[in-house]
């Protein structure tokens, strides 16, 4: 019948070797190597063994009984270390917590919301291994337990659902209203010190200026020109300008002499409480910043990753309203509906009180 025959090839550009086990001309077992880590194939159907990799890459984790793998922008982050992260390892009744991050700011976001946590930077250990911990709402390894925090699942019932961002937190994590607890944003002296050495460098008024940060990654950008109107109205009223920005994609006037540089989210933060007023494209960014307590306006623009057609203004002001999380003073929070209220509108309620 053919009995077993075994095929051996190799990549050289992508460094692996092909080894093809064809049983009986029936089954098949494809095994892909590479340095870090084999590929089993089963007539076709990938199983991914992992023992290679776990040798390698779970002697980072070894030492704590929870690791949280984090796969989330600064929105779900934020409100995770903000609120619910003691409710996590309460829950499971962890000693040494670990949260394995997967951007810098992260980094910046536990050292001025809950610095006690331990990390591990997702730079440090191998992408497929992140994607099998990601892909598992739990995986347990000896005695760490890892959970993913925001998985597929979590992200698809909050929109299609179209749940409140809080109520989708607690049908998640099975934890309840009472169960949240508070901690507040304390900066780190050193990013204070930073970020007034970058700000003397650029001249920014201190004494009087407004923090307006007009980009999202959520959210679709708004009209350049309004930002343009809106810094030319307030520079009109004697208010200096502080552009928090960090891509090239919208166009400024720069006849209008605002402020820019690049701060990390902690120096962002520290800058911003110092400000009059602060003006945001509705973003992850702006959780961080609620705890600044400065009056702020909050623009939605339509949600980008679905159509609008599907997830509108109105279904993203209902499931991410910043005036629904606690604990925060939302008298300061004016949030504006731009497919309601036009750009000249949006900008006299903005300037009415200023």
């Known amino acids: 019948m053919g009995g077993v025959e075994t095929i051996t090839l190799r990549n050289s550009h992508k460094g692996r070797k092909y080894k093809l086990i064809i049983i009986f001309k029936i089954f098949s077992i494809k095994i892909i190597y590479n340095v ?6 089963l007539c076709n159907v990938k199983i991914r063994k992992i023992d290679e990799i776990k040798k390698q890459y779970l002697k980072h984790f070894q030492q704590y009984d929870i690791v ?5 922008g600064s929105g ?6 903000t609120y619910f992260i003691d409710f996590l390892n309460k829950k499971y009744n962890t000693k040494n917590p670990c949260v394995l991050v997967i951007r810098k700011y992260h980094i910046d976001m536990i050292n001025s919301i809950y610095p006690k946590i331990s990390y591990i930077n997702k730079q440090n250990i191998d992408e497929n291994f992140y994607i099998f911990l990601s892909a598992r709402d739990e995986f347990i390894y000896e005695n760490t337990r890892f959970i993913t925090c925001f998985t597929t699942r979590f992200y698809n019932a909050r929109m299609h659902n179209i749940m409140n961002v809080f109520d989708c937190f607690y049908k998640h994590f099975d934890f309840s209203e009472k169960d949240l607890h508070f901690n507040r944003i304390k900066i780190p002296i050193i990013d204070e010190n930073n ?8 001249g920014l008024d201190l004494q009087k200026f407004i923090f307006i940060a007009p980009e999202a990654e959520s959210a679709r950008s708004y009209d350049g020109n309004f930002w343009n109107f809106l810094m030319a109205r307030f520079k009109s009223k004697g208010y ?3 552009l928090n920005i960090v891509g090239e994609d919208l166009d400024f006037d720069k006849r209008l002499n605002y402020k820019t540089c690049q701060l990390t989210f902690n120096e962002a933060f520290a800058l911003a409480r110092l400000s009059k007023a602060i003006v ?32 509108d203004v109105y279904d993203w002001m209902y499931v ?6 606690p604990f925060i003073d939302v008298s300061k929070i004016i949030e504006i509906n731009t497919f309601e209220i036009s750009p000249l509108d949006s900008i006299n309620m903005i300037l009415k009180d200023m």
């Open 280 to 311: 945001s494209l509705r973003s992850g960014f702006i959780e961080f910043l609620s705890q600044t307590n400065v009056p702020t306006w909050i623009l939605y623009t339509p949600y980008c990753a679905l159509p609008p057609d599907y997830f």
């Open 68 to 72: 949280y793998v984090v796969q989330s």
């Open 76 to 81: 779900e982050f934020y409100t995770m270390l």
């Open 240 to 242: 200096d300008v502080f």
């Open 195 to 202: 970020m007034l050495k970058k700000v003397a460098e650029i």
């Open 320 to 325: 991410f309203s910043l005036r629904t999380f």
């Open 36 to 41: 870090k880590y084999k590929i089993y194939y």
